[in-house]
T-cell receptor, first 111, second 113 residues
Framework: GESVGLHLPTLSVQEGDNSIINCAYS??????FIWYKQESGKGPQFIID?????DKRQGQRVTVLLNKTVKHLSLQIAATQPGDSAVYFC??????????FGSGTRLLVRP | DVKVTQSSRYLVKRTGEKVFLECVQD?????MFWYRQDPGLGLRLIYF???????EKGDIPEGYSVSREKKERFSLILESASTNQTSMYLC????????????FGQGTRLTVV
């Protein structure tokens, strides 16, 4: 079946360091893989997506890497800031119109 | 500023009550979704709709129904609320041709007592 999971529930990093959040997926048929950020008290917010035929995509301070061989997705955040503290979800657009989310990783940024 | 608005931020209902959660989007999006969010389980899809009056079951539709009479409005209905439906409910919408970028409401925290 379709499932998306995460390796670590909580990641603590020093402000200014780079953060890497990892995700494993099981559905190789998904066209896109996506990262969302959810700040406390808010709904998730789109960060970046990557098409399944790509292995890397860069945004502003973020890079998403896709390794289809091992079905692994990662989000790298450069120079992590206090405002990056949030829960991060990976997701995939499975069959039909659905977005399937993983269970989330909490990122804590230490001052 | 684009918006998905959920009618209530917090709700407390009694077991057995019929509960309506309302969601409105102002982006003319074709697709709308209802998720529930529980600790450690992420977001689980309850129902979604890709057009007016069209709906499809998500992964956990039992105990829920939905209504989409107008493009901008998607309602989630708990036919007979139970305590295991205590959760955070999130509504989202996407364009039909760009369905990776979902816009979410702020969520409704429902407590069933």
């Amino acid at each position: 079946g379709e499932s998306v999971g995460l390796h670590l529930p909580t990641l603590s990093v020093q402000e200014g360091d780079n953060s890497i959040i990892n995700c494993a997926y099981s559905n190789s048929a998904s066209d896109y893989f996506i990262w969302y950020k959810q700040e406390s008290g808010k709904g998730p917010q789109f960060i970046i997506d990557i098409r399944s035929n790509m292995d890397k995509r860069q945004g502003q301070r973020v890079t998403v890497l896709l390794n289809k061989t091992v079905k692994h997705l990662s989000l790298q955040i450069a120079a992590t800031q206090p405002g990056d503290s949030a829960v991060y979800f990976c997701a995939e657009n499975g069959s039909s119109y659905k977005l399937i989310f993983g269970s989330g990783t909490r990122l804590l940024v230490r001052p | 500023d684009v918006k998905v608005t959920q009618s209530s931020r917090y709700l407390v209902k009694r077991t057995g009550e019929k509960v309506f959660l309302e969601c409105v989007q102002d982006m003319d999006h074709e697709n709308m979704f209802w998720y529930r969010q529980d600790p450690g389980l992420g977001l689980r899809l309850i129902y979604f709709s890709y057009d007016v009056k069209m709906k499809e079951k998500g992964d956990i539709p039992e105990g829920y129904s939905v209504s989409r009479e107008k493009k901008e409005r998607f309602s989630l209905i708990l036919e007979s609320a139970s305590t295991n439906q205590t959760s955070m409910y999130l509504c989202a919408s996407t364009r039909a041709d760009m369905n990776t970028e979902a816009f979410f409401g702020q969520g409704t925290r429902l407590t069933v007592v």
